[in-house]
């Protein structure tokens, strides 16, 4: 799994003493407890959230959870949620958030929250454990998310030959397959989703991609949106203005901005000629990035592409696996029913 760099002087409760030298340069880019830079490219990650193993799981949801390598050389893995079922169920590939910079399949509360959306839609989940910039900027996750379709295209072809994959494809209906994610895992989806369209899926043959769930995308721009004025500092967000702008700093390739089209999905593309696949964006209300995702949305559709969304009333970015309000839990559970029912057209 990816190694997280625990370091005492980031902790709220330790202060680090005026002549300390820093071993590794003076910090060039940081937000606050989750991610620091020094000068001579070493990163800090604090452990904000704690790590869980898969076999962490609440026996009344059904589910088996394993992790599986799909490139050592990379350090890529994935955890599988299989629900308990006499069905083949649909698969949805999915990329876990924050920012590109931090985050794990093995965090508690991505664990917690596709254990239950698997349950709850009646998926098999595979969580994409990707690499993270600025050690492996942009665009090696989305490497990562081809490579981890590539793995899954490998498992069906040698499925039946003893594979320690059996106890997942068994189960698997892969002319039903899905890439999903939230947040920097969302802009993931959708540029592994744009790849793969770009040469008619025939790489992928015989998996079958059927859509795209895209929650809270992380997508961004030089001119800035309504919502990212207005909530730029909000304290109910996840994200603020000047956490996004250092992860795209540290994500994007060097000296490129934030009308990069791989940040900003608008702009240098002829949409009329790109190939989308059926698309579901959630949106939060109270989220920075509302504006932008119902550009996002609004543009496509005139563009012709099969793009629907909702927007979920009272709630922050990364409302579902952040905060534990009951509003939060009750548009979780929207959230997930809607998933539910695009999942199943």
């Not at 190694?3 to 003493?17: A, E, F, G, K």
């Not at 790590?51 to 394993?66: D, F, G, H, Q, Y």
């Not at 802009?187 to 790849?195: C, G, H, K, L, P």
Request: with cysteine; charged share 20%; proline share 5%.
């Amino acid at each position: 799994m990816a190694t997280i760099t625990s370091n005492v002087y980031l902790s709220p409760q330790y202060t680090v003493p005026k002549d300390y030298h820093l071993p590794h340069g003076c910090v060039v880019e940081e937000i606050a407890g989750l991610i620091r830079v020094h000068k001579d490219g070493y990163v800090e990650r604090p452990q904000v959230l704690p790590c869980v193993t898969a076999s962490t799981m609440s026996p009344e949801l059904n589910v088996i959870s394993r992790d599986m390598v799909i490139d050592s050389a990379t350090n890529t893995w994935a955890r599988f949620y299989v629900p308990i079922s006499q069905h083949k169920l649909s698969l949805l590939v999915y990329f876990h958030g924050g920012g590109f910079c931090v985050g794990s399949a093995a965090w508690s509360c991505y664990h917690d929250f596709l254990a239950r959306l698997s349950a709850k839609v009646g998926c098999l989940i595979m969580s994409v454990n990707y690499r993270l910039a600025p050690d492996n900027p942009l665009p090696a996750p989305y490497d990562d998310g081809i490579k981890a379709l590539m793995w899954v295209k490998q498992q069906v072809l040698y499925k039946g030959s003893g594979s320690n994959s059996e106890w997942w494809t068994t189960k698997c209906n892969f002319s039903s397959v899905f890439l999903g994610g939230d947040s920097a895992g969302a802009n993931i989806a959708y540029n592994v989703a744009t790849r793969v369209a770009a040469c008619d899926g025939a790489a992928l043959r015989p998996l079958n991609l059927k859509g795209l769930i895209l929650i809270q995308p992380f997508f961004g721009g030089e001119v800035r949106t309504g919502s990212e004025k207005c909530m730029a500092q909000s304290s109910g967000s996840a994200l603020n203005l000047a956490a996004s702008d250092t992860y795209w700093r540290l994500a994007l390739p060097c000296g490129a901005n934030r009308d990069h089209p791989w940040c900003n999905p608008l702009v240098k593309v002829k949409l009329e000629e790109l190939k989308v696949l059926r698309t579901l964006v959630c949106i939060s209300e109270m989220d920075i990035l509302k504006d932008r995702s119902l550009e996002f949305c609004d543009t496509l559709v005139r563009a012709g592409k099969r793009v629907e969304y909702e927007v979920f009333r009272g709630v922050g970015h990364a409302f579902q696996i952040l905060s534990k309000s009951q509003v939060s839990k009750n548009r979780t559970k929207e959230m997930m029913a809607r998933v539910k029912s695009f999942m199943a057209l």
